[in-house]
């Protein structure tokens, strides 16, 4: 009986979840005393968020709302990616900040090199923007698992298709 278990590494975020937390954010913009003048517009796209404000000022707070609110709600603060601060029209600033969605392969082949080093019994292979990794005993796969905590990635990692 020579089952096998496995499970996928992932780098994901839950939309809906970044939804609702832009949603609050974009709530207390309005209530704020030093943000509800600055005419802030807050765009969530496909794989990026735009933002279109006063000042770096009000810039750098609606940062802290956006992690705030986002680690409120289980979000990872990785899933950012902040590009370069633009002018745009009339005395304001624009900002376009990427979401981070899967596994680059660097980050995938990093991860199965660190899994094939330090453990013998557990195999990893990448599958697209995910590694798999399997082995025989799931105590193996527990161990695959610490490791991967263990280390600071540039993405957020979760675990998924535990079986």
């Keep these: ?69 986002a680690a409120k709600r289980n979000l990872s603060l990785k899933i ?9 029209s009339g005395n304001r600033i624009r900002q376009e900040i990427a979401l981070k969605k899967g596994l680059d392969s660097e980050t995938a082949k990093k991860i199965s090199k660190l899994i094939r080093d330090n453990l013998k019994k557990v195999q990893a292979s990448i599958q697209g923007d995910a590694v798999r990794i399997s082995a025989k005993s799931k105590d193996d796969l527990q161990s695959a698992i610490q490791l ?14 535990y079986r």
Excluded: C
């Design 80 to 88: 950012f990616d902040y590009g370069a601060i633009d002018a745009a």
């Design 148 to 161: 991967l905590k263990e280390e600071d990635w540039p993405v957020a990692l979760q675990f998924e298709n």
């Design 1 to 69: 009986m020579a089952s096998s278990y496995s499970f996928d590494v992932v780098s994901e975020f839950d939309r809906q979840e970044l939804v609702n937390a832009l949603d609050q954010v974009r709530r207390e913009l309005k209530s704020r005393y030093d943000l509800k003048d600055t005419k802030t517009i807050l765009d969530l796209g496909e794989d990026s968020i735009s933002i279109e404000t006063a000042s770096e000022m009000t810039l750098e707070a609606i940062h802290v709302l956006i992690q705030t609110k």
